[in-house]
């Protein structure tokens, strides 16, 4: 069964630390993607990439950064984590462009900034 | 915005019974998809719907596109407790980079 796997479920982290979150596909995907979910904001896209070393921004990448430095694995940076981050973080996969393919989802990474 | 509206934002049903939840968009699109979440848990690729289609089926999910209306509407027949998520629409437009964008979800109760 193909997988999206997000290497943390739950995350408690201070103000201040660089945090980062972790996501691997197996399925050699071409194309992943970091979103935050919020009540009442629904599902807003931070970065995506569409190949190695490649990242392109999403609509709101403020205070965020990403790294892909092999096909299966995206990681998502808080530089400098602060409140009004603590959301779900969900990543996602697909093989072709959003026009012709789903997406493959994580479980999401539920984080807590104190 | 483009991202898309489902109506309603919740609906509480019996088991057995039809769920219907609608979505609305406001520029053209390249296809529109529909995903589940349970509770906590990420979002499941439900299926999807190219602009040039009318109808889709999907075991008991029927999900129709009327792009003059900008519209779509996702169906759950013979519902059962399992289905109790949310259900979010998504849209990739043809003006936004092939991006997806996601509405803000129905949450669909199913009463035992």
């Known amino acids: 069964d193909v997988k999206v796997t997000q290497s943390s479920r739950y995350l408690v982290k201070r103000t201040g630390e660089k945090v980062f979150l972790e996501c691997v596909q197996d399925m050699d995907h071409e194309n992943m993607f970091w979103y935050r979910q919020d009540p009442g904001l629904g599902l807003r896209l931070i970065y995506f990439?569409?190949?190695?070393?490649?990242?392109e921004k999403g609509d709101i990448p403020e205070g965020y950064s990403v790294s892909r430095e092999k096909k299966e694995r995206f990681s998502l940076i808080l530089e400098s984590a602060s409140t009004n981050q603590t959301s779900m973080y969900l990543c996602?996969?697909?093989?072709?462009?959003?026009?012709?393919?789903?997406?493959?989802f994580g479980s999401g990474t539920r984080l807590t900034v104190v | 915005s483009q991202q898309g509206e489902e109506d309603p934002q919740a609906l509480s049903i019996q088991e057995g019974e039809n769920a219907t939840m609608n979505c609305s968009y406001k520029t053209s699109i390249n296809n529109l998809q529909w995903y589940r979440q349970n509770s906590g848990r990420g979002l499941v690729h439900l299926i999807l719907i190219r602009s040039n289609e009318r109808e889709k089926h999907s075991g008991r999910l029927r999900v129709t596109l009327d792009t003059s209306k900008k519209s779509s509407s996702l169906l759950i027949t013979a519902s059962r407790a399992a289905d109790t998520a949310s259900y979010f629409c998504a849209t990739v437009h043809n003006n936004a980079g092939n991006m997806l964008t996601f509405g803000g979800g129905t949450r669909l109760m199913v009463k035992p």
């Open positions: 996602a996969s697909s093989l072709a462009g959003p026009g012709y393919d789903g997406y493959t």
């Open positions: 990439s569409y190949d190695v070393k490649m990242k």
